[in-house]
Every structure is written in structure tokens, then in C-alpha cells.
């Protein structure tokens, strides 16, 4: 690299010692500045195995409190008292600090308010508790495992009801499974998570409160599935779906229906109905109702009257009245919104970039700082597998001498030093114990330029052009194409530091960042060499087999080999049948679903880990990522800690509903 280059790891190198200066200021008398990584959450790969769970114990009071907002509602007559809107045994919740009060808008920000239906409001029937990893009881209050794991029975909490007052019962699960699930113009593609060992499930209903799942095989990991896939069952009410639904609309009336909104299609209206981010007539169960339809700048949701859960003092909840988010185009916006004091809560997306300038803008923005963990790695650099449309380059991805010589090539430690002041996990410590102790996996991370130049130099790519870049066989450019969303400016920055290493060695690395709505065209086009993104697992042997996209080629979203994840997801319909060993990953993970036994899932999920580590795929920058979690001062009940795992809908399993704000 030339003397005198301001290149961009430079550049970030001299930031990041300017901003640990200014961070050691920033903290004098206040928080101090992070010393070493966050406290892990407890250590496990799926929720333990359970027969049954207890009904939660109802509060000890003689009648329920509720919001100010609502009883001005009952009183005026346009609502039913508290005690009709609840069921007969209300999930209970433990505030984590202290009894809240009611009231006031939560000031949050992202690219769109998606998070009212998972990240602070998923209610699938059982979900994950404080640790974020064993699974609870939620909207069913307890289930059943029977025959060899093959069969789960589920018992609903007796009166819940949708926001507008209408029972939910099993009649909305079956609606769910029978004309959703089991629609081919609505579910062109069978949902894999409901075909284990290959065979579709079966869901009956047993009565009005209770239903079974039966599978054709058993079924180890389905409590954790529905923990995370199961939310989307939730969204289904019955009946306010119907009347768009051409089994129980009139015809007629159904196509004027289409017609008149635009669509050519009735279930390109049906799903137009059950977005619950533009659907404020939508019905839900969960603890806010979306109430923009349309929204550019910000967008809210309102407080459900007939939300299902109470606190220990049979206080209804939530305790806040409106979510509000600040829609933002660029994640990159997101800081000015909490140092101008505009954010009451925020863990997601906030970016550890910017850690020193939230440490000095506390005072200003009223606000403390804590660190979470991301829930997933720190950038990976995924190497395409199925690249379409140049199969020498493809040949190239494709030779694992070429991939160690590109993770040999870079110094990680730098990067840790650059973007997350030394607080990242180690890559490493991704990795099950039995995968990261290996020596040849350790020496697969190793910074080593001379190797990287003696591989590269060893697979043909000996040659250079005029501006000391290496060149393919043919003497064609070798230049990798990497892509990404500009939602998540942090991977941008890693890329960028990752591209000057390799240049270093003599790999050109291009980049192109654009707008998530473009995401999956591109993945289907695979087109590209290299993803700068996360893995969706995380250290302290968090490794949700919910999510595992990451280290088994079975979705378009595996991003290390599109094509092939295509292939399985759409049983062989699209995409390309995997080769070499990720067709063994393919084998495990069929194998992994059927296997009751957690230590025999263990084994299976170390020898997948194996597989990618010694292969590198994807290749890890670092390991757990830290995330700033901004809290205003006066907003409660939020912990120190927490998972913002996708796998578990983080920051969720805080119970959101149970935060509240005193100013």
C-alpha cells in the first residue's frame, strides 16, 4: 500500500484512537467505558425438554387494575370492564425492578415499525423466558409431549381475546393451518418447519381450547420452533380474514373487493390484510395495535384494551400506552435520534461504532448506556458457493485454499481494535468448545500474509496486472463483487477494512450496497462473490437451531450458498442440490430435527460447526457483537443484559410489555 494513503482502515484506525481518548473523558465520573466483553446468557443449544408447564398462578387480588385510558373507555361505555376482557387465568407477569405505572409514548427508531409483530410484541403459544433460552408457557398456559416426541397438544388460556374484542380459540389456529398453511395460492411452498422428516403435519382441533400437532417423526426441536416460527400463527384472525378469504366470501364480492383495492389477485389482497405493520383494522393479540396505515417519517402503535397478561398486583398490561418509531431511511441515522434525546428505549441497531458519541451525549440526551449482546457475530465475509454466471471465478470460491488464504489475510484483532474498541468476541468463541480447540481450526484464523500469498500463489492465481492485482488462470480480472444492505452500515465498515487487507495480497474487492427491498432479487440472482453480514448464532454456545441458516445451506438466506439453500427450501424446485460436504450439513440437519435426545443434537450440531469452521464459508471477522442499549433516564424494568437475537425475537424476552417510563 502506498505511503502516504488515507485508505479506510487508516482512516478508522486513527477514529477509533481519537474516540477511546474521548471515551475515557466521556466516562470520567459516570458509566465507565466497557473493559471487557458483556456477561453471557446462560449456555445451551435448544430449551430443555418438557412434558408439561405449569399454569401460571393467578394475582392475588380481588379485581383487576387497569390504564387510565381504558377506564375513561369502560366509564364512558364503549368498553366492557377489565374483568370481561381478561380470561380466566391471565399470564402473570414478574416486573423485573418494580410494579409499573401507567401511560406515556416509547420513543424507539428503525427502517420500518416490523418490530410491534416480534422484536416487542411476538406471541406465538409458548416463548422463551428471561434467560432467552428455556421455553415458557405464553398464550397457551401449558402443553403435552407424547408418542416418542411425534405429538404436542396445546391448552389455549380460556378467554383471550382478539383487540376488538373477540374470542380467540382454537377456530383461529385451524383457520391458520386449514386455509392459510394448507392453500396453495397462499402457501405455494409447503413451510419446512412443519414437514420434518419430509412429511406434512398434521393439526386438529380438539376442543374450542386445545390443539395437537402430530408429526409423522419425532420431532426434538419443535417447542424452540414455535417459540420463533410459531409467531406467525398468531396472526391470523379468524374472524376479520374471512371476508377476504374466497372459501367463505361471496364471490362476487370478493372480486369487486380485489378490483376496487388494486390487486389482480384475492390472496394478493388477503396478505395486503394481514400485514400487521399497515393494518390498523387488523385484530391482534398483542400488547399494541398498529394505528399508522401509512407511514414515511414515524409510525404507532396503541395500547390492546384486551391484551391477555397482568402483572403480580393484577395490574393489566402493558404499562405504556403507544409505541412510536421513528422510520429512518438509514441506520446511520439512528444515533442523531438518541443524542437529540428523541429516544426513550433503544438496543437494535444502535450501533457499537457509535458507543463514544452515546457516552458523551448522555447528559444532553438524558439517557444511560449498557451493552447487550447482538445476538449474532460481528461481520462474516460469506463466500459464494453457487455464483451464477462465471464458472471460472466460481471454481475459484469454490477451492478452499483460496478462502484460508483470504481469513489468513486479514489481522482481526486490528479490526476489533478499529470498529468495536477491543469489546467484540473472539471468532473463535463462535464456535462449540469441541470445534474451537482444534488446532487447525485456531490456525484457520491466524493472521499470516506470507501464508495468504503462498496459497494464492499455489492454486494458479501467480499472476498480476499492472496495478500488482492478481488475475484468474485465464488471465481475466479477479475481482470479487461484495454486497450488502445499507440498513446495517457496520458490516459496511468491516468490508471496507477486510478489502484493504486483501488488497494487501493482491485481491481486488468491489463493493455495492443498496436497499433491502432489493435483497432477495440479488440473492436469487447470485451473482455476487462475497456478503459482508452477520452469522445468526452467537458465543457462550447460543446456537438456536431455530435460525441456523448460517451453518446449513437450507434457505436462499444461507449466504454462503443461495442456490443451494433455494434448492432444499423449495424441495429441489429452485436453486442447485448442494455438493461435497455441505450435502453432509443437509444430512445432519434432516437428522437434527428428528432427534428427541438434546446430547445426541449436540453431537450432530458440533460436527455441522466443524464442517463450516474447517471449510470456511463463511468466514468470521470476530465473534459476539456488542450493542449499545440506550435507556432514558426514568425508563424502567429494562435489564442490564440481553439477547438481541433474531432466533428469540430480542429484546422480547424482556417482556416489553412490563417496561414503563416515570417522567
Not at 477486510?498 to 494487501?504: N, P, Q, R, S
Amino acid at each position: 500500500m502506498s505511503a502516504g494513503k488515507l485508505d479506510r482502515r487508516t482512516f478508522l484506525r486513527v477514529s477509533a484512537l481519537a474516540a477511546t481518548a474521548a471515551g475515557i473523558a466521556a466516562c470520567a465520573g459516570g458509566a465507565p467505558a466497557p473493559t471487557e466483553a458483556p456477561t453471557q446468557a446462560p449456555a445451551a443449544t435448544t430449551a430443555p425438554e418438557a412434558t408439561a408447564a405449569p399454569e401460571a398462578t393467578a394475582a392475588p387480588v380481588s379485581r383487576y387494575s387497569e390504564a387510565p385510558m381504558l377506564a375513561e373507555m369502560v366509564a364512558a361505555g364503549t368498553l366492557p370492564p377489565v374483568e370481561e376482557r381478561l380470561p380466566k387465568n391471565p399470564m402473570v407477569i414478574e416486573p423485573l425492578n418494580e410494579v409499573g405505572k401507567y401511560g406515556g409514548r416509547w420513543r424507539r427508531a428503525n427502517t420500518q415499525p416490523g418490530a410491534i409483530s416480534a422484536r416487542v410484541g411476538a406471541e406465538p403459544l409458548v416463548f422463551y423466558g428471561r434467560d432467552w433460552v428455556t421455553v415458557e408457557p405464553n398464550l397457551a398456559w401449558k402443553w403435552e409431549v407424547g408418542a416418542e416426541g411425534k405429538e404436542y397438544t396445546f391448552y389455549l388460556r380460556e378467554g383471550v381475546r382478539w383487540s376488538d374484542g373477540a374470542p380467540y380459540t382454537a377456530d383461529d389456529i385451524m383457520f391458520w393451518w386449514e386455509d392459510v398453511i394448507l392453500n396453495e395460492e397462499l402457501t405455494p411452498v409447503f413451510p419446512t418447519w412443519l414437514k420434518p422428516g419430509g412429511e406434512k403435519a398434521v393439526v386438529e382441533k380438539l376442543d374450542d381450547y386445545t390443539v395437537k400437532f402430530i408429526f409423522a417423526v419425532p420431532y426434538g426441536i419443535f417447542l424452540d420452533q414455535m417459540c420463533f416460527r410459531g409467531n406467525s400463527i398468531t396472526y391470523y384472525c379468524r374472524h376479520y380474514l374471512e371476508r377476504f378469504h374466497p372459501k367463505y366470501a361471496d364471490a362476487n364480492e370478493l372480486a369487486q373487493l380485489v378490483k376496487d383495492r388494486g390487486f389482480e389477485q384475492w390472496f394478493q389482497l388477503f396478505a395486503a390484510e394481514v400485514d400487521l405493520t399497515r393494518n390498523p383494522d387488523l385484530p391482534t393479540i398483542r400488547p399494541w395495535q398498529i394505528t399508522s396505515k401509512e407511514w414515511t417519517i414515524s409510525a404507532t402503535g396503541r395500547r390492546n384494551p384486551y391484551y391477555w397478561k397482568v402483572d403480580t398486583e393484577g395490574n393489566q398490561l402493558p404499562y405504556i400506552d403507544e409505541v412510536m418509531w421513528w422510520i429512518v431511511g438509514d441506520a446511520e441515522l439512528i444515533p442523531l435520534k438518541v443524542v437529540s434525546g428523541e429516544i426513550d428505549e433503544l438496543e437494535f441497531k444502535t450501533g457499537f461504532v457509535n458507543y463514544t458519541l452515546y457516552m458523551e451525549n448522555r447528559e444532553k440526551g438524558d439517557y444511560n448506556v449498557s451493552i447487550w449482546d447482538y445476538g449474532a457475530s460481528v461481520t462474516a465475509m460469506h463466500i459464494n458457493q453457487t455464483k451464477m454466471g462465471n464458472d471460472e471465478q466460481r471454481d475459484i470460491l469454490r477451492n478452499r485454499d483460496f478462502r484460508v488464504a483470504l481469513s489468513k489475510a486479514f489481522d482481526r484483532d486490528d479490526i476489533n481494535q478499529l470498529l468495536y474498541l477491543g469489546q467484540a468476541g473472539k471468532a473463535l468463541d463462535m464456535l462449540p468448545e469441541s470445534v474451537k480447540s482444534d488446532p487447525e481450526v485456531q490456525d484457520l484464523m491466524t493472521y499470516d500474509v506470507d501464508e495468504a500469498n503462498r496459497l494464492l500463489d499455489s492454486i494458479g492465481l501467480d499472476q498480476r496486472d499492472a496495478e500488482g492485482m492478481r488475475v484468474l488462470p485465464s488471465g481475466a480480472p479477479l475481482t470479487l463483487l461484495c454486497i450488502g444492505t445499507t440498513a446495517y452500515a457496520t458490516h459496511r465498515d468491516a468490508a471496507e477494512i477486510v478489502g484493504e487487507y486483501w488488497a494487501d495480497v493482491g485481491i481486488r474487492l468491489n463493493q455495492d450496497w443498496f436497499a433491502s427491498e432489493l435483497w432477495s432479487a440479488r440473492l436469487q440472482e447470485s451473482t455476487h462473490d462475497v456478503i459482508a453480514y452477520e452469522v445468526d448464532y452467537t458465543g457462550g454456545n447460543l446456537h438456536w437451531l431455530t435460525y441456523p441458516r448460517a451453518y446449513f445451506p437450507i434457505v436462499m438466506d444461507t449466504y454462503w450458498a443461495p442456490m443451494w439453500g433455494w434448492y432444499y427450501d423449495t424441495g429441489g424446485k429452485n436453486g442447485e442440490p448442494p455438493q461435497g460436504e455441505a450435502a453432509r450439513l443437509v444430512e445432519i440437519w434432516d437428522e437434527v430435527q428428528v432427534t428427541v435426545d438434546a446430547a445426541k443434537r449436540k453431537e450432530l450440531e458440533d460436527e455441522a460447526f466443524r464442517i463450516c469452521a474447517l471449510n470456511l464459508w463463511p468466514i468470521l471477522t470476530l465473534g459476539s457483537r456488542p450493542e449499545p442499549c440506550i435507556v432514558k433516564n426514568g425508563f424502567k424494568n429494562v435489564p442490564e443484559w440481553g439477547s438481541l437475537a433474531w432466533a428469540v425475537y430480542g429484546p422480547r424476552p424482556a417482556k416489553t410489555e412490563q417496561f414503563f417510563m416515570e417522567y
